[in-house]
């Protein structure tokens, strides 16, 4: 009698529980998480269709380079860095076949490395190439970059939470966090395979420990409650800074805020030395990396900065081999690219983060001074730093703008938090319409991510890129042999062969092959088959190339076999006919 009295309590205590205690709260908690998990594969099964950008492609291929080779060698090689690897190596050798990585940030390659190790112990091959017209994405895509990116979303949400929660009320953040999950532009970046969510991740979480540090330590906790974060807010922005050189701009930002929390003549200077300090011994390692193979700790980058300027359009400065800079003629073509970045093409990058509305709160917070110092101090670090990266991103391409974007986790919860401030302030006395009036900000801020996944979703990567085609390229020449290309991002991550860039003309051309490199293939795609005719074709930079790409080849051409794929959009020349024995390779046209 008393067992099943007592089990009858214990029904009644889970169902009590249940209904009113921690079992609802467990069930809140997991409805919220299926309803994100469904958020987050609708987007990715209907947004996704394989990368699509030189840069994340760039990055997927360091990657694979990095599991197998242990380095940060590349398979995308630019006649600019080979022109930079002989005049630093012995005997002028371009080390082609070992070429190191100039331009990018190690951080992310090699945590793809690692995913792709770890499938590989799996016992399956990541790199399969996809079959049929439809087949768009490699094994590496969906279940390792995808997962990856997605999860620094996930994690950057929650920070989002704690963020919100400490900083005002847990309301605040858990609208904050919602709202987070709901911007088209967090999944956005984190299916484009770049880089931007990890490095969100970790230039958030660098402000946030050093908050929690500073706050522990004004409240006077245990000394460990305030060293720890403080730690682990230097050793996040260094991962940010391994991830994205750009994201260097946040130290300042971090180093602004210690000053003010820990008292600007009590302290505070000690604390920012340390930071710096420890900031910069802990990327030294790279700098003198980059240092080693290219005589300069930035690497390439700054000259990354002049591409796509008057005096280098497009790509044309990494097609050169034998490039002429000068620092006078840098300097003014660096300052019409960022006045023309942010003047035309960029120049609502800022403005609509987000559709804008949680923007200009933010901005609006500037000029409104809240209760709790630590709220006004968080506010001026973030601005700092977002100023600067958008000082430098300036000067860099359509990515480094991007990653103003790491910003938006901050931007959330100010906005939200003045926006709760204003409702209050009209005093509308029925707690209906301030509900209405929550719910209706984040509904605007969801807007876009609706837009977006409404019908038809006609995504495609091609053209260019279509990646059993570039695979089938690939294939017909060996590991050993060297690929020529107007895209050899996608030939180096789909194809798996080494690609040269193709050279600034023909003239070039004929010296690479001559006397530093055989080439066994030369790949036009509409890369370069569709730029203006006559501008660009006939009369401007590529004329050399119009003969080669309309198969009309020069008697002295090395490359005298012709194949057109995908009905005539793409061309590729050979030494001999490697496409006649097995499958064709243009026999799979992407789906239309």
């Known amino acids: 009698m008393a067992d099943k009295r007592s089990f009858e309590t214990t029904i009644h205590d889970v169902v009590y529980s249940v209904d009113t205690g921690s079992g609802l709260k467990v069930i809140r908690v997991a409805l919220y998480i299926l309803i994100l998990l469904i958020l987050v594969m609708i987007y990715t099964a209907t947004q996704f269709r394989g990368l699509n950008s030189e840069e994340a492609m760039d990055y997927a291929q360091l990657g694979r380079n990095m599991s197998i080779q242990n380095g940060m060698l590349t398979k995308v090689v630019r006649p600019l860095t080979m022109w930079k690897m002989q005049t630093l190596t012995p005997g002028e050798n371009p080390l082609i076949g070992a070429h190191p990585d100039m331009f990018n940030a190690p951080a992310y390659p090699a945590l793809l490395a690692t995913g792709f190790k770890a499938f590989d112990l799996l016992g399956a091959d990541p790199f399969t190439m996809p079959e049929g017209v439809r087949g768009v994405a490699m094994p590496a895509e969906q279940w390792i970059i995808l997962p990856l990116n997605h999860t620094f979303c996930l994690l950057s949400g929650l920070l989002v939470f704690f963020l919100g929660k400490r900083l005002f009320s847990h309301e605040i953040g858990f609208v904050s966090m919602t709202t987070y999950y709901l911007s088209n532009l967090v999944w956005q970046n984190s299916i484009s395979g770049l880089n931007i969510s990890m490095a969100g991740?970790?230039?958030?979480?660098?402000?946030?420990?050093?908050?929690?540090?500073?706050?522990?330590?004004?409240?006077?906790?245990?000394?460990?409650?305030?060293?720890?974060?403080?730690?682990?807010?230097?050793?996040?922005?260094?991962?940010?800074?391994?991830?994205?050189?750009?994201t260097i701009a946040v130290v300042p930002g971090v180093c602004l805020l210690v000053w003010l929390m820990c008292g600007r003549f009590r302290g505070g200077t000690r604390f920012v030395v340390v930071f710096v300090i420890l900031f910069t011994l802990l990327i030294t390692p790279w700098l003198y990396r980059n240092y080693k193979v290219s005589g300069n700790p930035a690497g390439m980058v700054g000259y990354t900065a002049l591409t796509e300027t008057a005096a280098y359009p497009d790509n044309s400065l990494h097609r050169d081999y034998h490039p002429e800079v000068s620092f006078g003629r840098s300097t003014k073509v660096l300052k019409e690219k960022w006045v023309n970045n942010y003047s035309g093409t960029y120049s609502t990058v800022i403005p609509s983060m987000g559709g804008g509305i949680l923007m200009g709160l933010f901005i609006a917070t500037f000029f409104y001074h809240f209760v709790r110092p630590q709220v006004n101090h968080l506010r001026w670090g973030v601005g700092v730093s977002l100023l600067t990266t958008a000082g430098l991103a300036g000067f860099f391409s359509e990515t480094s703008i991007q990653s103003i974007q790491v910003y938006w986790p901050f931007v959330i919860p100010y906005g939200i938090a003045f926006f709760y401030i204003l409702i209050d302030r009209l005093d509308l006395g029925v707690r209906l319409y301030n509900l209405w009036l929550k719910i209706l900000i984040v509904v605007l801020v969801f807007v876009p991510m609706f837009l977006t996944l409404a019908p038809p979703n006609n995504v495609r990567t091609y053209p260019p890129y279509h990646a059993p085609m570039i695979g089938r390229v690939g294939q017909m020449l060996n590991p050993r042999e060297v690929l020529c290309t107007d895209m050899p991002w996608a030939t180096a991550w789909y194809g798996d062969r080494v690609s040269i860039l193709v050279p600034k003309d023909l003239e070039q051309f004929y010296e690479i092959n001559d006397y530093k490199q055989y080439i066994s293939g030369l790949y036009f795609?509409?890369?370069?088959?569709?730029?203006?005719?006559?501008?660009?074709l006939l009369d401007g930079p590529e004329r050399s190339w119009l003969p080669i790409m309309s198969g009309r080849t020069p008697p002295d051409f090395p490359l005298k076999e012709i194949v057109a794929l995908n009905r005539q959009d793409q061309i590729f020349l050979s030494d001999r006919d490697r496409w006649s024995v097995g499958p064709a390779a243009g026999g799979a046209a992407p789906a239309q």
């Open 201 to 246: 991740f970790f230039v958030l979480a660098s402000f946030f420990c050093m908050i929690t540090a500073t706050m522990n330590r004004r409240d006077g906790s245990h000394k460990a409650l305030w060293v720890t974060p403080y730690l682990l807010s230097i050793f996040s922005a260094a991962i940010a800074f391994y991830t994205r050189y750009i």
């Open 525 to 536: 795609t509409t890369i370069t088959r569709n730029k203006p005719f006559v501008k660009q």
